[in-house]
């Protein structure tokens, strides 16, 4: 908004050519986001523990100190963070692009959908909200609006086409299957963040490293010359995503603030959801789908962990692989403090990170 507004000043008053410059309106984002969180974050929480007089409820089939340290505290916290990324970037991003309205499109519907799965647990006091069928048809729909939005958008040579990292050329045409493959990448996306969404802080930061890695993706794959230089593939327009990706970023260290152990409040299927599936999609629009999987690592870890003990628990009879499925928890079986897991498991997310974005260049 304020680059739509302020920059045709800018042929009066040479300070507002700053809003010319993406990394400005980007560290803007950043600061505008923490902001909103630092200020209307307790006023918030407050009117959250109001309306969730017992607070979040609790997995009985869970670790049994969950049901002592993580009784009464309240969830939906996501909806701060969804005010304050919202604001941010309509704040500073350019909103004649496309590409913002489609990150912000996913992020918000998806956010919807965790807030009525998140509302639906605290009216019925038990841990089922949306019945699974219709919350992963509500997830399809709105992925296919958006793979079709993105298609539209992406420059013709691109559109149904897979990047392959490590290869500078390699592009796959899917076809018409590449529709559905946006889909799963989106729906699988906000799932997997979702799984490790279970202890104070673990999903957070992952979300804020990975939201770090595609701002400076979708800022390369937007600039000509760094692409060219870098041998991957441009995509014009896609550099203004890194101001969401601030935002995000912002938005994620205010949220911190108040989810670090013990929590005041909890993400809940409001804020993972939401942000999981701004992050498949942002790795759609900047062609590096695969690259998500390993910068996702953790999220992708925890996925399949859940993977693996259903279809063992069924194919075996009864038995469990992990001691508890998503993985996190089978580490609390095992004894390990909570500050241990989380602290360790960012340490993993930062590893995964450092690869994915080793692509750029190794080529």
């Known amino acids: 908004?304020?680059?739509?507004?302020?920059?045709?000043?800018?042929?009066?008053?040479?300070?507002?050519?700053?809003?010319?410059?993406?990394?400005?309106?980007?560290?803007?984002?950043?600061?505008?986001?923490?902001?909103?969180?630092?200020?209307?974050?307790?006023?918030?929480?407050?009117?959250?523990?109001?309306?969730?007089?017992?607070?979040?409820?609790?997995?009985?089939?869970?670790?049994?100190?969950?049901?002592?340290?993580?009784?009464g505290t309240p969830t939906m916290g996501g909806v701060m963070m969804l005010f304050s990324v919202g604001v941010s970037t309509l704040l500073w991003a350019d909103l004649k692009n496309q590409y913002i309205w489609?990150?912000?499109?996913?992020?918000?519907?998806?956010?919807?959908?965790?807030?009525?799965?998140?509302?639906?647990?605290?009216?019925?006091?038990?841990?089922?909200?949306?019945?699974g069928k219709l919350k992963i048809l509500v997830q399809v729909s709105i992925g296919l609006v958006a793979a079709i939005w993105i298609n539209s958008v992406a420059p013709d040579e691109y559109a149904s086409h897979l990047a392959f990292p490590f290869f500078k050329d390699l592009l796959i045409d899917l076809g018409w299957f590449y529709i559905p493959f946006i889909i799963v990448v989106m729906v699988g996306a906000s799932n997997a963040v979702n799984l490790t969404d279970g202890l104070d802080g673990l999903a957070i930061v992952p979300i804020m490293?990975?939201?770090?890695?595609?701002?400076?993706?979708?800022?390369?794959?937007?600039?000509?010359?760094?692409?060219?230089?870098?041998?991957?593939?441009?995509?014009?327009?896609?550099?203004?995503?890194?101001?969401?990706?601030?935002?995000?970023?912002?938005?994620?260290?205010?949220?911190?603030?108040?989810?670090?152990?013990?929590?005041?409040?909890?993400?809940?299927?409001?804020?993972?959801?939401?942000f999981g599936g701004s992050l498949g999609v942002i790795s759609v629009i900047t062609k590096h789908e695969i690259v998500l999987s390993i910068i996702g690592g953790l999220f992708v870890m925890e996925a399949v962990s859940v993977i693996i003990q259903v279809g063992y628990f069924k194919f075996?009879?009864?038995?469990?692989?992990?001691?508890?499925?998503?993985?996190?928890?089978?580490?609390?079986?095992?004894?390990?403090?909570?500050?241990?897991?989380?602290?360790?498991f960012w340490i993993i997310a930062v590893i995964f990170a450092l690869i994915g974005l080793s692509t750029l260049k190794l080529r």
């Open 1 to 71: 908004m304020l680059y739509n507004l302020l920059l045709n000043l800018s042929d009066d008053y040479g300070f507002f050519n700053l809003f010319r410059y993406i990394t400005f309106r980007s560290g803007g984002a950043i600061f505008t986001s923490l902001a909103i969180s630092f200020i209307f974050g307790p006023h918030i929480i407050k009117w959250l523990k109001t309306k969730q007089s017992d607070g979040q409820p609790i997995r009985e089939d869970g670790p049994k100190s969950h049901l002592l340290t993580k009784k």
């Open 102 to 131: 489609i990150v912000l499109f996913v992020t918000f519907g998806f956010g919807l959908l965790g807030f009525a799965d998140d509302y639906l647990k605290i009216t019925k006091k038990n841990t089922k909200g949306v019945s």
């Open 209 to 274: 490293i990975a939201g770090a890695c595609f701002g400076l993706i979708s800022y390369l794959v937007g600039h000509a010359s760094f692409a060219e230089y870098l041998q991957i593939h441009a995509v014009p327009g896609t550099g203004e995503i890194s101001v969401f990706c601030c935002a995000l970023i912002g938005s994620g260290l205010g949220f911190l603030w108040y989810n670090a152990p013990p929590a005041k409040v909890f993400m809940g299927d409001t804020g993972s959801l939401a």
């Open 316 to 344: 075996s009879g009864g038995k469990r692989f992990f001691g508890m499925a998503p993985i996190h928890h089978h580490f609390e079986k095992k004894g390990w403090s909570e500050p241990t897991i989380v602290i360790r």
